[in-house]
């Protein structure tokens, strides 16, 4: 069973458009994450929720919106896309924010924007 | 500012041979630091995680040491094989809590 699920694997699109990219978590984590990874492979938070609660919005521009249905799914909505956004996009989960626990990673979802 | 540094070129050594990598960072008091394998197209795993009071630790052939005074943290690999050649990833839990930050990663390729 997959622990942490991303969807799409990939996803090419134009300027301007909207797009969601989905995660879901099987482990009963309590907290959960989007990361950017961008062309030279740096790994940076973007939000983490916790128990559905929004806990850090790295200073991402608001046409970044994720959202959390229940503590199993976090999606990422991105509204206006721009060229800047093409990157992969993780999502990972936690037992606690923080704390000493080790945080498990989505197979990620690969982002163009042409 | 808080930064992570580890080395930004690519490791090359031979199978059978210790890997070490490095992960050196400032402005953080972390309580543990976290390593991390990424393989191409995947998303990190997770590998060791050390506390600031163990000076060392050990999971098979992996081995982490951690020296808050010198603020660094060694990745070993003993006997190394070509199915270790990945990006590894040294992470610190961030001041403010809640997330971690994740250095840039150090390719690892082991030759046969």
């Known amino acids: 069973d997959t622990a942490v699920s991303q969807t799409p694997k990939y996803l090419v699109t134009q300027m301007g458009n909207d797009k969601s990219i989905k995660c879901e978590q099987n482990l009963g984590h309590d907290t959960m994450y989007w990361y950017k990874q961008d062309s030279k492979k740096f790994l940076k938070i973007m939000f983490s929720y916790n128990n559905k609660e929004l806990i850090i919005n790295e200073t991402v521009p608001n046409r970044f919106s994720p959202k959390s249905p229940d503590k199993a799914h976090l999606n990422l909505h991105i509204n206006s896309l721009e060229l800047g956004d093409s990157a992969v996009y993780f999502c990972?989960?936690?037992?606690?924010?923080?704390?000493?626990?080790?945080?498990?990673f989505g197979p990620g979802t690969r982002l163009t924007v042409l | 500012s808080q930064k992570i540094e580890q080395n930004s070129e690519a490791l090359n050594i031979q199978e059978g041979k210790t890997a070490t990598l490095t992960c050196n960072y400032t402005?953080?008091?972390?309580?543990?630091l976290q390593w991390y394998r990424q393989d191409p197209g995947r998303g990190p795993v997770f590998l060791l995680l050390?506390?600031?009071?163990?000076k060392e630790k050990r999971k098979e052939r992996l081995k982490v040491t951690f020296d808050t005074t010198l603020k660094q943290s060694l990745f070993h690999i003993t006997a190394s094989q070509p199915a270790d050649s990945a990006t590894y990833l040294c992470a610190l839990e961030r001041n403010s809590g809640y997330a971690l930050n994740f250095g840039k990663g150090t390719s690892l390729l082991v030759t046969p």
């Open positions: 050390i506390r600031e009071n163990e």
């Open positions: 402005n953080y008091s972390p309580a543990y």
């Open positions: 990972a989960s936690s037992q606690e924010s923080g704390t000493y626990n080790e945080q498990f």
